[in-house]
């Protein structure tokens, strides 16, 4: 499994998700790791890399609250929900949606009762609001 991270799309930065996804090389990667069977999950706009990597063609997935307007100008389905499971690729909205996403592999992985555990330790709600296939 790949955790892809965001940053830097919605302001365009010089630097991080925007501008990987313009250099073209961790898309790229991405596309090629994917094709060899590994899971791809992404958390915020890492999201926007896994579309420009073309993994999210016809698939549910989700993003920041910022870059859904360009996540629904490429041909995923966009979600309302925090985390989304596709099987194989994974999004998680803003953020915050991060934990979420990490509790729910943790949960996938192992069990709710360690994820359960771990929440706790964070001290920390999970929000289930997931879609999942």
């Known amino acids: 499994m790949v955790v892809v991270p965001g940053g830097g799309w919605n302001d365009r930065r010089p630097e991080g998700a925007w501008a990987e996804a ?10 090629r790791l994917h094709d060899a069977g590994t899971t791809l999950a992404a958390v915020c706009t890492g999201g926007m890399l896994l579309a420009r990597a073309g993994v999210l063609h ?11 307007d360009d996540l629904r100008a490429t041909d995923a389905a966009v979600v309302d929900a925090r985390v989304v499971d596709d099987g194989d690729v ?4 803003g953020i915050t949606s991060g934990l979420d996403l990490a509790l729910h592999l943790i949960e996938r992985l192992v069990d ?7 929440a706790t330790g964070l001290e920390y709600a ?3 609001d997931r879609w999942m296939t």
């Open 126 to 128: 999970p929000q289930r």
């Open 58 to 68: 016809d698939r549910p997935a989700v993003t920041h609250a910022g870059a859904l």
């Open 90 to 93: 994974l999004t998680a909205g």
């Open 22 to 31: 313009e250099r073209g090389a961790i898309p790229d990667a991405l596309a």
């Open 112 to 118: 709710r009762e360690t994820a359960d555990a771990v």
